[in-house]
């Protein structure tokens, strides 16, 4: 059976399955079935494919390629000597002297049983039994397209023996290692080795290696030595001057007996490779050896699942108030944006000390905060990183909805915060939030890693057994990058709350299926408390996590001084002020302690609001360049008199009113380094309230899709594999209506045109129209109908293999296809 005909008698589920697995091959949708089967097999979607399999099924595959090659192989042997039977030797001799043999045109890969593949496999296996994982394996590869016939004829989909290469460290067969051969010496190796036998010298050759054994024999210890090393893989070696002849005759080292009689070949000036067939031989028959039919079983420490699922809420909520808690400070005190994109190391350092985070989880936080859309470059011609008007409306969803969507952010980015601090391949540092911080595989990675961990419940694996466990998952996905993607993976699980104690969480495994991780978070998440503890010494005790509005205002009016089960606010001069800066009056600053506080507002901070009002804002900033003006001229005496202010270039030009060459901005920090409360004034003689906690930069969320755990779709497969059906049938028909006569296209009048295109509408039926161009010209198509509105018929045109709008008043005809 070919294998586009097998594809043809796939049912729609089974194709549906092929092209959700496959996504590549309906990016675009192929035309027909034959352009499926044709993309299916080429290099690049063979790769994607085995890059999926496991260790046991693509041991399984490999098996299959190596037992149809032999079989193959042995086949071309048996019809040789047969041959060689019955021709007379001296007859052949002279024959091979007056001309030289033709090569013989490739033969199609014998198919192979399963019965044989079982033996192969179960002899390879190092415990257990083949059945039933080779049964899933053998179904899991007709799925994904890469075997294709019943159990009585397997045989490999084209491309896969080419993409497969080397199969499980074997060689390539005798007849392409020996390709670069000049014929004449692989006559004489023939000679040597299979005199008498018939064909050219590399089909003699190739023959005489199927049995390979006695040329085995003959060789010395020192030889069987060098092979035994190539026997397992991997079964190439240099050797100097490779491709020089050499005779059995003339062997003098080890190497030149195996040369000599084909047990190794040469491939190159200084390269060998061990035939394909040699070392099955050497091996025994096995194409693998110690081969688990079964992932290996994780090792690690049993937790409590929900002590682990509350930890790693604990630490979700946490993670969502140090991104706001970034945001907010940024939108006071915003890092530059460096010449050369990114976050320079000192506003990485600044930033994970005021966060009180190491430098690693300053980084995570700032990349997952900017590939969600909540921070952006702006402000500035420098540029310099800002909140995003995006941040708003986030802060005001529920904790469990804003974890949700940083979570989703944080597993679908090909970002990887964790390589920060690195170096680059030009030995240049590797800056948070700069572009080259992107790696295609990240998401793949994290989610194969999460799979590992939702594999066993309750379980905190170690280290070495997750990296085991997706080494046997993915094993042509292995590399140091993948390792090292793989420890970022789960280090940052934990620090975003996905993982709690090392397990995988419960909101943890919503947001890998794809489900709502938000409804499963949401009852174990702490209750926001709404009020704090004064205390005499300035300080407010929060007994638990404040709400959102109620942990802006402290962080506004006060500092953190301790973080923990209960965060520990101080009052300040400085915290005072920068409330009244961003316009808060003192009777507004006391009321609201009154309002949130469980206990008395403590005289002492009374009156440090009180002290720090009265004298906020008695001085007056303008432009001048900027110009200092007071009620109380004894304080303007004081400042002039004050050595301090000699950078400031003060000039007194009233008895309320000073001059400056500074700035405005300048000239108000001057005076507060110098222990004053200046404010800013405009133009109109209004005080400016900076208002800092609301400097924004504009920027949208990316668009996000969680992917659906089969890859695709179910209705974008669907609609595939329905467009590749009627695609097929065209393509197989390319028939005419028979009510429309030969040569013209379909004719009608407007309304019975009208007409029929809506009962093939509701019939889901194809019909053949008459269509004019935009020059006029009249063409035919053969259309599925979808809908019609607008003045316009939306349908899958068959003769273009893809979806059209065409518009009514062009279509001269219908014609029924039945």
């Known amino acids: 059976m070919e294998f586009t005909e097998w594809i043809r008698g796939r049912t729609d589920e089974q194709l549906r399955a092929l092209v959700s697995a496959r996504p590549e091959l309906i990016t675009p949708v192929p035309a027909h079935l034959e352009g499926l089967a044709v993309r299916a097999g080429s290099p690049s979607a063979i790769g994607r494919a085995l890059d999926r399999l496991d260790r046991f099924t693509l041991a399984v595959l490999e098996t299959l390629a190596v037992a149809e090659t032999r079989a193959t192989a042995t086949a071309h042997a048996e019809t040789a000597h047969a041959d060689t039977a019955q021709t007379d030797a001296a007859q052949t001799d002279t024959a091979r002297s007056e001309t030289a043999p033709a090569e013989t045109p490739p033969v199609r890969p014998e198919p192979v049983t399963k019965a044989a593949l079982r033996a192969l496999v179960r002899g390879a296996l190092a415990t257990g039994k083949p059945e039933p994982a080779l049964s899933t394996a053998l179904d899991h590869l007709r799925d994904l397209a890469l075997v294709y016939g019943p159990d009585t004829s397997l045989s490999l989909a084209p491309g896969v023996r080419k993409v497969l290469d080397d199969p499980a460290g074997l060689g390539p ?154 945001c907010e400070r940024w939108s006071a005190e915003p890092p530059g944006v460096l010449r050369t994109g990114g976050l320079g190391v000192r506003d990485l350092k600044r930033t994970a000390t005021e966060l009180d985070v190491p430098e690693w989880a300053a980084a995570l936080t700032v990349e997952v905060a900017h590939a969600a859309g909540l921070i952006a470059a702006g402000g500035s011609v420098d540029g310099e990183w800002l909140p995003t008007t995006g941040y708003d409306l986030w802060r005001i969803r529920p904790t469990a909805d804003r974890w949700a969507a940083l979570a989703a952010t944080w597993l679908q980015t090909d970002r990887v915060p964790g390589l920060v601090g690195e170096r680059d391949d030009r030995d240049r540092p590797l800056n948070a939030l700069h572009t080259d911080l992107r790696r295609s595989s ?102 638990g996590p404040l709400t959102s509005e109620l942990n802006r205002w402290m962080t506004l009016a006060a500092d953190v001084e301790s973080k923990g089960g209960a965060t520990v606010y101080r009052f300040g001069e400085g915290s005072i002020r920068r409330a009244l800066d961003a316009g808060q009056g003192a009777e507004e600053l006391l009321a609201m302690l009154e309002r949130h506080s469980a206990t008395p507002v403590p005289q002492a901070l009374s009156y440090l609001i009180a002290d720090v009002a009265r004298r906020h804002g008695r001085i007056r900033v303008g432009t001048a360049s900027a110009y200092v003006r007071c009620d109380d001229p004894a304080l303007l005496d004081q400042i002039t008199a004050d050595r301090r202010s000699a950078a400031l270039r003060l000039r007194r030009l009233a008895p309320t009113v000073i001059a400056s060459r500074s700035s405005r901005a300048a000239l108000v920090d001057g005076l507060r380094a110098m222990g004053y409360a200046p404010v800013a004034e405009s133009l109109d003689g209004d005080v400016i309230i900076s208002q800092l906690d609301k400097r924004r930069t504009e920027g949208l969320p990316p668009a996000r899709s969680v992917p659906s755990p089969n890859g695709l779709d179910a209705e ?103």
């Open 173 to 326: 067969p005798a007849v392409e290692a020996f390709r670069h051969h000049a014929p004449e010496q692989l006559e004489e190796m023939a000679d040597d080795i299979a005199p008498g036998t018939k064909g050219s010298g590399k089909e003699r050759l190739a023959a005489a290696l199927t049995r390979p054994g006695k040329l085995i024999e003959e060789v010395s210890p020192e030889a069987r030595a060098a092979l035994d090393q190539l026997t397992w893989g991997p079964p190439t070696g240099r050797v100097p001057n490779a491709r020089r002849e050499v005779r059995i005759a003339s062997a003098r080292s080890p190497i030149d007996e195996l040369l000599a009689r084909g047990l190794l070949a040469a491939t190159g000036e200084e390269s060998v490779a061990l035939p394909r067939e040699v070392g099955l031989h050497l091996r025994n028959g096995l194409v693998h050896r110690d081969l688990y039919a079964v992932p290996p079983a994780l090792e690690g420490t049993a937790r409590d699942q929900k002590r682990a699922d509350r930890t790693a809420a604990g630490q979700a909520f946490t993670f969502v108030r140090t991104v706001e808690e970034l």
């Open 442 to 543: 990240a998401p793949a990675v994290r989610s194969a890693a999460l799979g590992v961990l939702a594999s066993a419940p309750g379980l905190a694996p170690t280290r070495v057994s997750v990296f085991d466990r997706l080494a046997w998952e993915q094993p042509r996905r292995r590399g140091p990058l993948r390792e090292q993607l793989t420890e970022f993976a789960l280090r940052e699980a934990e620090q975003v709350g996905v993982t709690g104690l090392g397990v995988l969480s419960g909101h943890g495994r919503a947001l890998l299926a794809g489900e709502d991780a938000a409804s499963v978070l949401a009852p174990l998440l702490p209750e926001p408390v709404d009020h704090v503890l004064l205390q005499a010494d300035l300080t407010a005790v929060a007994p």
């Open 716 to 818: 974008v497969t669907a609609a595939a594999v329905r467009a590749l059906r009627a695609g097929d049938a065209a393509h197989l028909t390319r028939r005419e209506p028979a009510d429309a006569p030969a040569g013209q296209i379909p004719r009608g009048p407007a309304t019975a045109t009208i007409s029929a295109l809506q009962e093939a509408i509701r019939q889901g039926v194809r019909v053949w129209i008459g269509y004019l161009d935009s020059q006029g010209n009249a063409t035919s198509r053969i259309l599925e109908p979808a809908r019609m509105e607008g003045g316009y018929l939306t349908a899958y045109d068959e003769t273009r293999a893809a979806v059209h709008r065409f518009a009514l008043h062009r279509i001269t005809g219908v014609a029924d296809l039945s």
